[in-house]
């Protein structure tokens, strides 16, 4: 880092759509239709798979960690799916098909977790050159609990923020943050 300080884990919350779906997931919104209503409303990729696979989360993890001074390359990120294997093959209308198959389950789950205080929470994290995305619960307190809507969270320990990580925290996904996104690195681009 420019200022000297040492980057010593990475904690982050990287997906809008992994937080939206889980943010509506309830009785009335099962895993399914929540991935529906998402990719409708331009939230996920066209292709929602690809961020319910981790695969969006594990290449922004990878450039988290490499701007962090980790030389990481894609394959070494442990990536822990919250659905099997199965739910990825085939195609899109196969996919929700056979997400539909996990409504009742990820419901239940998530009445008791709510009973417990907690969330779930679709981290990446890299601490000392290892680096993983996987779903966690988080209870009440913790920074990510009360994340709305499609917003990140980063958390930065460094060295001189070991106790109090630094916190990121904003939007996460949708044409309007992509946009910006793409227009800021254009306007870099031409100022260089």
């Given at each position: ?67 962090a001074g ?45 009973g417990k205080n907690r ?74």
């Open positions: 880092m420019v200022s000297g300080d040492r980057i010593i884990k990475i904690e982050a919350v990287l997906s809008g759509t992994l937080n939206f779906i889980f943010n509506n997931l309830g009785p009335e919104m099962p895993l399914s239709k929540a991935v529906r209503i998402a990719r409708e409303k331009g939230i996920s990729e066209p292709d929602p798979r690809l961020d319910l696979s981790g695969t969006d989360v594990v290449r922004k993890i990878l450039i988290l960690s490499r701007e980790y030389p990481l390359e894609e394959k070494q990120i442990q990536v822990v799916r919250f659905l099997p294997d199965e739910c990825f093959k085939g195609t899109i209308d196969d996919f929700f098909e056979k997400v539909s198959k996990y409504d009742k389950e990820f419901e239940e789950k998530r009445k008791e977790l709510a969330r779930w929470r679709f981290f990446a994290t890299m601490e000392a050159g290892n680096a993983r995305v996987e779903l966690l619960e988080v209870e009440m307190g913790h920074p990510a609990y009360d994340l709305e809507g499609s917003n990140n969270i980063v958390l930065i320990t460094t060295e001189r923020y070991r106790e109090l990580p630094m916190i990121i925290k904003g939007y996460g996904a949708g044409a309007d943050v992509t946009a910006a996104g793409v227009f800021a690195d254009l306007m870099r681009v031409v100022n260089v």
